[in-house]
């Protein structure tokens, strides 16, 4: 069932991982609604007999391998410009990551048409966030609470782990609405947070597939190595040219144009426009 997967599928990716690069490092998250949507895509196109199971956990697994450099290169950017709190980061990461296994182990045992739809669901709360969400307080102290920390971060890593993103999206306006963090610490705590949740996660939905014997070649599990390289050797360069155009973008600008894009991904996700007929 699984053959070699053809050149256009492989130049997908590739332009996807550009895609990923620099809207990631424009908009300060891991990608995971350009990567996952477009991996099922592929994988269903490239193998129409696969179960769609499999393809939504391979896309899952892989989405949070290709995100854990790109994390790497957005912590690195954000530490020197001072917008990484490693403290927070590294107690929440490791909070956020006990979740992050319980996810992937739920996700092993779900069904890939009830993830799609968790997926969608995840990405339109994203997006109504992106519109309604409004900044902190003017000098608002960040919490530094580790119980509130714990709280905040094992229920999201379980989502995170679920659903196979590296959890930007849901990480930001957690720390910027409860947490009290300042918008640019949220966002570059977060990197070194997905840092952590993103490894994790790849590890647990590699070893939960490692009994599939039905998987693609050069898969370790649940994650495609030769989908994590055409992603990730284009995303992790295409990062740096994201951050420089996020600063000639103005921010209200870069808000709409992110959930524009967030709500069709969501939509799309839940299955919405097929059950309206419609050819998006």
């Known amino acids: 069932m699984w ?21 990631g490092g424009m908009l300060g998250v891991g990608g995971c609604f350009i990567m ?15 179960s769609t199971d499999t393809i939504v956990r391979l896309a ?15 912590a690195y950017n954000h530490d020197k410009k001072g917008a990484v709190w490693w403290r927070a980061g590294l107690y929440i990461g490791a909070f956020t990551a006990i979740g992050v296994v319980v996810g992937a182990i739920l996700a092993a045992h779900t069904p890939g048409a009830t993830l799609k739809a968790i997926f969608g669901a995840a990405v339109l709360i994203g997006a109504v966030r992106m519109i309604t969400a409004k900044p902190p307080k003017v000098g608002e102290e960040p919490i530094k609470d580790l119980r509130i920390w714990l709280a905040v971060g094992v229920p999201m890593g379980v989502v995170i782990g679920l659903i196979g993103i590296g959890g930007g999206l849901l990480m930001v306006p957690l720390m910027a609405i409860i947490l009290h963090f300042k918008i640019h610490n949220a966002v570059g705590t977060s990197t ?19 009994n599939v014997s039905d998987l693609p070649e050069y898969s370790i599990g649940y994650v495609n190595l030769l989908a994590w390289i055409c992603l990730a050797a284009t ?11 996020a600063h000639k973008t103005k921010p209200k600008e870069l808000k709409n144009i992110f959930a524009i894009v967030l709500f069709y991904v969501g939509l799309k996700m839940i299955g919405v426009f097929k059950v309206l007929g419609l050819p998006l």
């Open 3 to 23: 053959v070699e997967m053809e050149p256009i599928y492989i130049i997908a990716l590739i332009i996807t991982g550009i895609a990923v690069g620099f809207f």
């Open 192 to 210: 070194a947070i997905m840092m952590i949740t993103s490894i994790i996660g790849a590890i647990a939905y590699a070893l939960n597939g490692l």
């Open 36 to 50: 996952v949507p477009v991996m099922i895509a592929v994988y269903s196109a490239a193998y129409p007999s696969a």
């Open 235 to 245: 995303s992790v360069p295409m990062a740096i040219v994201g951050v420089k155009a």
């Open 60 to 74: 899952f697994g892989t989405n949070l391998l290709v995100v854990f450099p790109t994390a790497m290169m957005g």
